[in-house]
């Protein structure tokens, strides 16, 4: 069994799988707050108690406090195992698992991005896609036919949209992001400010959809949601882009 684990700027999403299984089909998974990491130690435990952990895969875009403080859990949880399994920690590389890295500098582009790259590639392959990521920021990324990420977007998620509204200006609220919009133009402040950072995400997207000829655009994150109806071209939602492609990955070879 493989522990993947996608350490983000908000939370932390993990998954157990088994490292041949079909991608996305997990024997637990989980997530929790960066404020909530101690409580990592128990659902590891229980999910683990009746079979073994042979790998631990890591993407981390959160920085060096928390991958130290990631560490620390997984020794409290694996203390017998930890010392000879060791952890992987997912990098960006110049190819992995049917994906060419196009970037620039490769080693600069963020490991989830990366990762949720393969994963896109590996659920649609022979396709020209566009993977999406709609966490604390959402990422719009290209990926060829031929597995050739192209780059892509970055722009404030859903929520840093509607914060910088509320604390940038003196008379509009903080809104909470899944509120349900009416037909047509919003005729209040609160669904007037839904309505515009839906459309800024929904429209970058399509965008992108556009300049790239996709044939698809897979959608994740936990607004994804929120923002999935609102698009006017193919779509599917992935739970956990991420995971799935750090479970694609798991099984690749870098070059």
Not at 3 to 10: K, P, S
Not at 222 to 228: L, R, S, V
Request: charged share 15%; proline share 5%; hydrophobic share 45%.
């Amino acid at each position: 069994m493989i522990l993947l684990i996608d350490a983000g700027n908000t939370r932390v999403k993990w998954a157990l799988a088994e490292v041949e299984g079909q991608l996305g089909a997990w024997r637990a998974s989980g997530a929790v707050t960066h404020a909530d990491l101690p409580q990592l130690e128990m659902m590891w435990g229980e999910a683990t108690a009746d079979q073994g952990v042979d790998r631990i895969l890591i993407a981390n875009v959160a920085g060096n406090a928390l991958r130290v403080h990631l560490e620390y859990v997984l020794q409290r949880t694996f203390p017998a195992l930890l010392p000879h399994l060791g952890i992987e920690w997912f990098a960006s590389v110049p190819r992995l698992a049917g994906i060419t890295n196009g970037y620039r500098n490769p080693a600069q582009l963020g490991c989830d991005r990366f990762a949720a790259a393969i994963g896109g590639h590996t659920l649609a392959p022979g396709l020209p896609i566009i993977v999406v990521n709609c966490g604390t920021a959402t990422t719009i990324d290209a990926v060829t036919a031929d597995g050739r990420f192209l780059g892509g977007m970055i722009l404030p998620g859903l929520g840093l949209m509607a914060s910088s509204l509320a604390r940038n200006t003196a008379q509009l609220p903080q809104i909470a992001q899944d509120g349900k919009l009416p037909d047509g133009f919003a005729d209040n402040t609160d669904d007037a400010i839904l309505s515009g950072i839906l459309a800024a995400q929904s429209g970058a997207i399509e965008h992108a959809c556009a300049a790239h000829q996709a044939a698809e655009c897979i959608i994740s994150g936990g607004a994804a949601p929120y923002i999935a109806p609102m698009l006017k071209v193919p779509y599917r939602i992935v739970e956990n882009i991420v995971l799935t492609g750090l479970h694609a990955a798991s099984r690749g070879s870098a070059e």
